[in-house]
């Protein structure tokens, strides 16, 4: 007789409710968002959603931190394909783009000065960058070597790169975050491309 696991439904509502607060702070300001509205979207009540998640502020840095976890596995399935330098930086510039812009766009109007989660995101995310600049620097050195990138300083640049994810997400509110995204890829590869290099051979 063969015995099915057991459903963890915790923790299935838990991705749930974390999957709806993910959507409603990608598309609305920190302060505009209230936990009835995520209550809603989750089709649980408040006092279920208050058991998982006792305050807005933790279920905001909780959405935060799942979505680094994805970015964590993203990143590691991108150095694990190996893929030509140039895509791999693409795909990991992308990668970090999707998991900071939501978070970004919902923290925009805050300031450090007034709110303390503005506080806890950013450390929160100066504890977890490590691995991302590892892996530019990991992505830059292979295209330097390879020739695809020109010579540059390999300490400097690759947190620069994370940066201008995180600073560009904050400066440039009216853009869409597509329009955004495709923008600042542009800009980066055809700074890194070594001479003789062209765009249309990078696509390629």
């Known amino acids: 007789m063969t015995v099915l696991p057991r459903r963890d439904w915790r923790n299935e509502r838990r991705q749930k409710i974390l999957a709806a607060a993910a959507e409603l702070f990608g598309a609305n300001p920190y302060d505009s968002v209230q936990m009835r509205d995520v209550a809603a979207r989750a089709e649980v009540g408040k006092p279920t959603l208050y058991r998982y998640f006792p305050s807005k502020e933790e279920l905001f840095l909780e959405v935060f931190k799942s979505g680094l976890d994805r970015l964590d596995s993203e990143v590691a399935a991108i150095l694990k394909d ?3 330098p140039g895509r791999s930086l693409e795909r990991l510039l992308q990668a970090m783009l999707n998991a900071l812009g939501g978070q970004v ?4 109007m805050l300031t450090d000065d007034q709110s303390a989660v503005m506080r806890r995101w950013r450390n929160e995310f100066r504890r977890r960058r490590r691995p991302f600049v590892e892996a530019a620097r990991t992505i830059l050195e292979q ?7 020109r010579p540059i300083d390999l300490e400097a640049v690759p947190s ?4 201008i994810v995180r600073g560009g997400l904050i400066g440039t509110d009216r853009l869409p975050r597509e329009r955004f995204a495709a923008a600042m890829i542009d800009l980066v590869m055809h700074a890194l491309l070594a001479r003789g290099q062209s765009a249309a051979a990078h696509a390629a």
Do not use: S
Not at 160 to 163: A, H, K, P
């Open 82 to 84: 190996r893929d030509q």
């Open 160 to 163: 620069m790169l994370i940066g």
């Open 105 to 108: 766009a919902a923290l925009r």
């Open 143 to 149: 295209g330097v070597a390879t020739g695809e990138f």
